[in-house]
Every structure is written in structure tokens, then in C-alpha cells.
């Protein structure tokens, strides 16, 4: 063996012996902005540095569609309005990236027919009723965020031509309920995380409303895990609810649900509620005297 491969062993040998698996993992830098899919240009947010965009509506307004607006690790007090037009919008991580607003929603889409939403809070900090987010007739992804304190709900979904998808998203802390979804949307919803909501996890109402609502987890709400009201449809598989104040799940006889009510508990996890897993009733806001 010749010294130059001998020392190349030896250093090999030597981070494995140090880190037990042989390599050593760069930890990834929060401020640098990941590849965009599009091939377009990158506009960075950064408040505290003078080079770059101090707010991401003020990128945004540059960006063409195939731009990406990568938001840096702060908090920014900004209001984030798009509609007709795509959206790539990507923060650091919804631990590192908040945006809030005190006169309205801070994220607020309208008719936007594609792009994504990805790793920021959006935080309502006013006393008006408005939501964390927005989707009116919109059919981006919204992935990896986080809204919270809303005093509608956190999301709102809602007109017949929303095709939105959420997912791995985080909802919590709103005043109604976490997710809402009404008018017609017919939103895609999975694996999103609903938790400590003064109502409902996850509600949905109105005829011709029909979400997928897929492996979400509804816990410890205020009223129950999912509510289905007036008319709503829905398709429900595997998800949990479970640890609400009420029922994991709460309908109107109106309402139409694949599978069909008596398989629902066959596909879905209600237990572990205090009230029960299912209840159908024609008044399912009485306890908020609606």
C-alpha cells in the first residue's frame, strides 16, 4: 500500500472511529435557499441584511413565475396578498419563519393557479375576525407551515374552484376551528396536524364541498375533532382524532361521507374522546349557541 492511500485509510478510519457511521454530516445553514424547481431567479428575504428584500411581499411583487422567494430565518411583521398568478414561496423552517399581521390575514391567496407555500408561520396577531391563511379559489400546495392564532380559524378554504393541497402543516392555537373548509372547495388535506382549536380540528360545511381528508391528526380541540355540516361531503381515511373535549367526530344527517357512516370507525381512529367517537345531530354548534 502506498503511503498517500495508507494516509487516505487511516483518516477514513479515524472518522469512523469518531462518529460511528464512517461519515461526517454537514448540518444544512438555514440561510441558504434551496433549488428552485422552476429554474427561475432566487429573490432572497432578509430583514437584517441591507442587500436583500427587508419583507417577502416586497419580493414577491418582483418575481416572475418561475422566481422563487426564499425567506431567511426572522420574524416579519408583512401582509402577503397574490392573486392571478402563481406563487413559490419557501421560508428557512416554520420553527425559524414567522410572519404575522395585525390588520388581517397575513397570507392571503386569491384565484392562484398554482406554485407552493413551504416552511413559514403566518401568525394573526389582531382582534378582528380574520384567519392565519386565506385560499379562495386557489390551487397551490401549502406544505410545512404553521398557522396559528387565527380568530375565524386558522385556514380558511373556501369557492368552487379551490383545488388547494395541504399538507404536513401545523394548526393550532386558532379560535374557532383549524382548518375550515366551505363554498364548494374541494381541497386535498393529509397528514396535517390540528391541535388545541377553541372548536373543531378540522370543519367542513356547505353543499358541493368535498375535501379528501387523509391521515390528519385532530387532538385536544375545544369541541371535537372533525365537524361535516349542511350538505358537506367528504372522503375520510385514516385519520385520528382523538383527545378533543368532545366527539372525535361530529355530522348532520344531510351530510355525505365515503366510507359510509357505519365503516367510518373501521377507517378512521375516533376513540379516546370523552364523548364519544360519533355523533350525528341536526345542531351541531349548539354548544356555541349557534
Given at each position: ?130 384567519s392565519a391563511m386565506n385560499l379562495l379559489d386557489t390551487t397551490c400546495h401549502v406544505s410545512a407551515c404553521r398557522a396559528r392564532d387565527g380568530i ?34 374541494r381541497p386535498y388535506i393529509r397528514e396535517n396536524l390540528c391541535v388545541g382549536n377553541h372548536h373543531f380540528g378540522i370543519a367542513v360545511r356547505d ?38 373535549a368532545q366527539w372525535g367526530m361530529v355530522l348532520t344527517p344531510d351530510c355525505k361521507i365515503t366510507p359510509p357512516l357505519d365503516e367510518l370507525q ?25
Amino acid at each position: 500500500m502506498d503511503i498517500d492511500r495508507q494516509s487516505g485509510m487511516l483518516a477514513l478510519n479515524s472518522v469512523h472511529r469518531g462518529t460511528g457511521t464512517g461519515f461526517t454530516m454537514k448540518k444544512p445553514d438555514l440561510r441558504d435557499p434551496p433549488e428552485n424547481p422552476k429554474g427561475g431567479k432566487t429573490f432572497i428575504v432578509d430583514g437584517t441584511h441591507p442587500a436583500d428584500f427587508s419583507l417577502p411581499s416586497a419580493a414577491l411583487k418582483e418575481a416572475g413565475e418561475d422566481d422563487l422567494v426564499f425567506v431567511r430565518p426572522g420574524i416579519y411583521e408583512d401582509k402577503i396578498f397574490i392573486a392571478d398568478h402563481p406563487i413559490q414561496l419557501t421560508g428557512a423552517g416554520r420553527d425559524d419563519v414567522e410572519i404575522f399581521y395585525r390588520r388581517g390575514s397575513p397570507l392571503n391567496l386569491q384565484k392562484v393557479p398554482e406554485g407552493q407555500v413551504r416552511g413559514i408561520t403566518f401568525r394573526y396577531v389582531g382582534s378582528d375576525p380574520y384567519s392565519a391563511m386565506n385560499l379562495l379559489d386557489t390551487t397551490c400546495h401549502v406544505s410545512a407551515c404553521r398557522a396559528r392564532d387565527g380568530i375565524q380559524s386558522g385556514i380558511l378554504v373556501y369557492g368552487p374552484d379551490s383545488r388547494a393541497t395541504l399538507r404536513d402543516n401545523e394548526v393550532c392555537g386558532n379560535r374557532e376551528s383549524g382548518i375550515f373548509i366551505f363554498a364548494g372547495a374541494r381541497p386535498y388535506i393529509r397528514e396535517n396536524l390540528c391541535v388545541g382549536n377553541h372548536h373543531f380540528g378540522i370543519a367542513v360545511r356547505d353543499a358541493e364541498t368535498r375535501p379528501d381528508l387523509i391521515r390528519n391528526i385532530c387532538r385536544n380541540n375545544m369541541l371535537s375533532g372533525i365537524l361535516l355540516f349542511y350538505f358537506a361531503e367528504a372522503m375520510l381515511l385514516e385519520n385520528q382524532c382523538r383527545d378533543n373535549a368532545q366527539w372525535g367526530m361530529v355530522l348532520t344527517p344531510d351530510c355525505k361521507i365515503t366510507p359510509p357512516l357505519d365503516e367510518l370507525q373501521h377507517s378512521n381512529a375516533l376513540s379516546e374522546n370523552p364523548q364519544g367517537a360519533l355523533h350525528e345531530t341536526h345542531e351541531p354548534l349548539r354548544a356555541i349557541g349557534r
